[in-house]
């Protein structure tokens, strides 16, 4: 039985998040049994785009802080690292550092900001054939990675937490060539599956104090949760999460087949606090709305078929200011900017959501 543990922590007062953070690793053996005699640490939160942390799409600096700081005490030499979306360089990156406030996590945990921009190729043996993913210097170099999440929802995924988080593992605009390749989300999410077992984070931490529900991971709203969830293992950690927002683990598509693979057990030992769902549950992405909606009483086989008929399209709203960002992450090349504002051709669109995830200004809805 996978064990995961519940820290109720109503805010992002330091204190009380290293406090709470301390509860969790040391409930797991803490930093000796954790690091197994690695000196090497990877913190790898989640640094989406360069928003800030109230913004709620992003790890909190005070949690990325309080896991970093908990191995620098130990001995280890730390660094906070993270592929946002977009492309990866030092200018993209420094631009992400500030706004996210991981310079302040870097200060208060004595831990470095990762400023090695290279990446190298692992391949490794799936039940799906081979997968080559090209990770960022920080993971392939770490001798042990931390996971460290937001509690989100998610547009394409249903959810977003310690699993999906691995996929920034993969450096810069080398993203968008998955979602290309493996439009269809159940195909996706294998991957998904493949590349968390690649890198093998030995340690998760979601930082769901404030989550996003609706059209996360980006485009939601904040939603106070009052939590941190800690597991050794990260598709516990994600049902537990899941089963905390109050919604429904079997609509995910990589929960479906962490499952299938036996990579997580369907009961849980809860330790720590109280884990009863919240009273108020997230509020899924409207992609999943429509989804339970519109295919709810179909058999599920026949429901997976079809459901993407009812998946919606971006939209571009007149808030686009015609950045191009949009554009230049989008794998099915549907987007182009003209006269200032990004236009979409429908039949290119493969529906990854990767424009909407962008958007720093919410520009685009879902309809
Ligand atoms: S939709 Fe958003 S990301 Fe795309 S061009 Fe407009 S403002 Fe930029
Ligand atoms: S338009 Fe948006 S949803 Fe469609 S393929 Fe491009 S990035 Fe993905």
Redesign the pocket.
């Known amino acids: 039985m996978d064990k995961v543990f519940l820290a109720r922590c109503e805010d992002y007062d330091y204190d009380r998040v290293e406090q709470n953070v301390r509860r969790i690793f040391d409930s797991f053996g803490g930093a000796e049994a954790i690091l197994r005699g690695g000196k090497r640490v990877t913190v790898k939160v989640n640094l989406l785009l360069p928003k800030k942390p109230e913004d709620a799409a992003t790890t909190h600096p005070a949690v990325a802080a309080a896991v970093a700081k908990y191995f620098v005490a130990a001995g280890a030499e730390v660094t906070i690292a993270d592929s946002p979306g977009g492309p990866y360089n030092t200018l993209s990156i420094n631009k992400v550092y500030d706004a996210c406030g991981m310079r302040e996590a870097a200060r208060l945990s004595g831990a470095m900001l990762n400023a090695d921009m290279g990446s190298q190729v692992k391949t490794v043996e799936t039940e799906s054939g081979k997968r080559a993913f090209d990770l960022i210097n920080p993971v392939v170099n770490a001798d042990v990675v931390i996971s460290v999440a937001k509690m989100k929802t998610h547009s394409l995924a249903y959810f977003t937490g310690a699993v999906k988080n691995m996929f920034g593992t993969i450096a810069g605009l080398n993203k968008?060539v998955y979602?290309a390749n493996l439009p269809k989300v159940e195909d996706f999410s294998e991957m998904i599956v493949d590349l968390c077992r690649a890198t093998a984070p030995a340690f998760s931490i979601i930082d769901g104090i404030v989550g996003m529900e609706g059209d996360g991971p980006s485009g939601g709203k904040p939603k106070h949760g009052g939590v941190i969830i800690g597991s050794d293992n990260p598709f516990a950690a994600d049902v537990a999460a899941m089963r905390f927002c109050g919604l429904d683990e079997n609509n995910s598509p990589i929960h479906r087949r962490a499952e299938s693979l036996g990579l997580v057990s369907a009961e849980q030992e809860h330790i720590g606090d109280d884990a009863a769902p919240l009273a108020d549950p997230f509020i899924p992405a409207m992609q999943d709305k429509v989804m339970w909606k519109a295919v709810a009483r179909i058999p599920k086989p026949v429901s997976r078929i079809v459901g993407k008929h009812f998946r919606p399209?971006?939209v571009i709203t007149d808030r686009c200011v015609g950045c191009g960002i949009?554009a230049e992450?989008?794998?099915?090349?549907?987007?182009e900017v003209i006269n200032k504002k990004a236009v979409?051709t429908k039949k290119?669109?493969?529906?990854?959501?990767?424009?909407?995830e962008l958007c720093r200004i919410k520009a685009?809805d879902m309809r």
């Open positions: 968008a979602h399209y971006p949009c992450a989008c794998p099915g090349k549907a987007l979409l290119k669109c493969i529906k990854c959501y990767c424009c909407h685009i």
